[in-house]
């Protein structure tokens, strides 16, 4: 009798809390609807109802819910539904605190100002840089990850389409012709799990190579994948998985989804989407193929090389040309830049007067490492450091494309791993001399210092 009882309490506990939150709903969308919601708000209603049904936990529904940035029906209705499909309390709470109310939205901060290609990138400036172009959302483990708009295509994937291998004495180049290219697949590691949304996204990272990605052989195909998180470069010793030295036989957990496969016949001249095979043969390449981590240790500096230059001409039937690395990642860091400034304007310029200003600190960092540069007294990279898959000669900086007339000037290096807010290296306009009938003289204005630390992010 007294947990009959206790159930009885229990379940009607739990009806109050549903009035409650459909009450809420009424109060947020200004008069509650009852007809079921169309278009995208009830599919992405209907995914969470999948990952209901597929037991995944509340942390890891309630962590997507935040960090998609997509919109919920929140009708009397909808919750009520939700509830029937076994939707928790905990979910259901926050698919109403994600949706759109009559509160103020508070005003974001400034973007971030668009840079010259650093010597060595900084999360300021990968953001920047990338969040015209996509979305960043919180991966539980990993941290900041950003989605690409092309990763909402549930057939996409990285080093697939919009690009083609070239060959260079540091291993095999990926050529992308997306206007992010020269960050995403040169630097960083691709994720693709729940947390996601299963899609892929980018984890920055902050060391150069040609490319990230190992490799499977077949009878009459090849494929790649790029690596997973997890497998990190470290300097002058190679490749290590999860801390322990990537030995032969090692195939970083990658399944067949994760490789673009295609015939030996259609390794030369991009476009690889149209000849990928599709996902059964995928996976009956993959059972018979056999694994290539595709790199190796030359002079302390990591090669791509793949499944090698030689054997490649021998099984595409084609002439493997040598390209210069240095040569072809200035070309594509200072084609891509020249081509997001032009498509973002807005981003290469500081915030206009009379909007929100960057904190005062972050500020005095900028303006004080700006004025270093310009006395010749700024930290500049070691060009001792070696970078990854490359000679010497890849440290080299890359300068600039010059800017607009009308635009302000931006600088051709910037410290690497500055702790400025925006990653801006802009020296701010002086501000204009007005006459003041007081005698006097106008206080000197102190100079900012430069407390910015050069190391890259660990």
Known sequence: MIIKNFRTRSAYGASIWIATLAAAAVLLAGSATHAQPAGDTWQNLQEIVKFTQAHMSDEVIVS???????????????????????????????????????????????????????????????????????????????????????????????????????????????????????????????????????????????????????????????????????????????????????????????????????????????????????????????????FHAGYSMEGGHLRAEGLGREHMAEITHHEVVVHKAVELRHAEETHNFAKRTEEHKELTRPPERGRTAAHPEAKEKANGAATDRANGTGAHPNPANPRVGATDEHGAATKAPAPRPAAPAIAGSTHPGATNQHGASVQPPAAAKVPTPSPKPPATKPKPSSTGTNQPPK
């Open 64 to 290: 997507y819910i935040k960090t998609s940035g997509k919109s919920y029906p929140t009708s009397a209705d909808a919750l009520l539904y939700l509830n029937q499909q076994g939707v928790s309390q905990p979910v259901l709470a926050a698919l109403l605190g994600a949706s759109p109310s009559g509160a103020p939205v508070p005003e974001p901060p400034p973007a971030a100002v668009m840079t010259a290609p650093p010597e060595k990138p900084t999360i300021d400036y990968f953001q920047a840089h990338l969040t015209p172009y996509g979305q960043w959302i919180d991966v539980p483990g990993i941290g900041a990850a950003w989605l690409p708009a092309e990763a909402n295509n549930p057939a996409w994937r990285p080093y697939m389409d919009a690009g083609h291998w070239q060959f260079t004495e540091a291993g095999w180049f990926w050529q992308s012709d997306y206007p992010w290219g020269d960050m995403a697949f040169h630097y960083g590691r691709w994720i693709h799990n729940e947390f996601t949304g299963g899609r892929w996204a980018w984890a920055p990272g902050y060391d150069w190579a040609p490319s990230w990605v190992s490799w499977r052989e077949g009878a009459g195909g090849m494929g790649w994948a790029p690596l997973p998180w997890g497998v990190e470069f470290r300097v002058g010793q190679g490749l290590y998985w999860h801390g322990a030295v990537v030995v032969e036989g090692v195939d970083f957990g990658l399944g067949f989804d994760s490789f673009v496969f295609v015939g030996h016949d259609h390794f030369w001249g991009g476009n690889y989407n149209l000849y990928i095979y599709d996902r059964e043969r995928s996976r009956t390449f993959y059972e018979h193929s056999t």
